[in-house]
């Protein structure tokens, strides 16, 4: 059991026969009253995000998640398919558990597969990922990082605001916590 008070990002507890991992956790003062946790939790089963108060002496079970290294093949109708690095066993997870990380993942792009007991649950992503731009605005000529900034289309359809000296084509680090612009990737650089 964990309280409440020591729940943290990332963290994944059960509730109710819910799997719930914390997106993000506060605390809370209110003028008058006793201090609260401020959640916003995400129900790894069906999907849902609900934002919530708790006590922070309020217990819950806090679960064990673990990963194993596992490649994203491909995507076939409404599930994406995994290949464990280990035994070269294949997992389907449908596409509406992990849509948000679909934004971010190539196919044979290495991830960690999350699982609680036997159930595969979701999907770890690097810290940063390397994606092409596919669509932006025209390069202004004289542009500097401290502007403004525009929209900027990936390859996976993920939209993120890039400087204005970004050009179609460039390949980006892309911080796949937060969903930003980290910087040209190496690799582009390297050939430049």
């Known amino acids: 059991m964990i309280e409440a008070i020591n729940l943290k990002a990332g963290m994944t507890f059960e509730q109710n026969g819910k799997l719930i991992k914390v997106l993000s956790a506060e605390h809370h003062k209110p003028g008058k009253g006793n201090t609260v946790m ?23 079970e806090q679960a064990i998640v673990e990963t194993k290294d596992a490649q994203y093949l491909y995507t076939q ?23 948000n990380e679909m934004k971010f993942m190539l196919e044979n792009m290495n991830v960690k597969i999350d699982y609680f007991n036997s159930e595969v649950i979701g999907v770890t992503l690097p810290n940063t990922v390397q994606l092409k731009v596919a669509e932006t605005e025209p390069s202004i000529k004289g542009a500097t990082v401290a502007g403004s900034g525009k929209s900027a289309t990936m390859e996976t359809g993920l939209v993120v605001t890039v400087p204005d000296f970004i050009k179609e084509g460039e390949v980006l680090d892309i911080n796949t916590q937060k969903g930003t612009y980290q910087s040209r990737a190496s690799k582009y650089n390297d050939e430049n």
């Open 38 to 60: 401020r959640m916003k939790l995400y129900d790894l089963r069906s999907g849902a995000t609900v934002e919530k108060t708790m006590r922070p002496e309020e217990k819950v």
């Open 77 to 99: 109708g409404d599930v994406a398919v995994f290949m464990d690095m280990e035994t070269y066993e294949q997992y389907e997870i449908p596409t509406a558990t992990i849509q």
